[in-house]
């Protein structure tokens, strides 16, 4: 099956692939509709390979990668 690019990835600014958690990020620039296209495209993903507990994300904030600041 062939699916769409999801809006969150229409924008490079947008988005980055952590590799230390396997799965795309959102960065602060996303904006609402990018964060609810990221929710959505997460929960049909996991959703749809047959997990025991329903993937939910409750917090947004919790996908969004903020750099450690260096002092």
Do not use: C, H, V
């Amino acid at each position: 099956m062939l699916l769409d690019m999801p809006y969150f990835m229409t924008n490079e600014e947008w988005y980055i692939k952590s590799e230390e958690k396997g799965m795309y990020l959102l960065t602060e620039k996303a904006p609402k509709e990018a964060q609810e296209s990221y929710k959505e495209f997460y929960e049909a993903l996991y959703n749809s390979q047959n997990y025991s507990d329903k993937f939910e994300i409750k917090n947004i904030n919790d996908y969004i990668y903020r750099p450690t600041q260096k002092n």
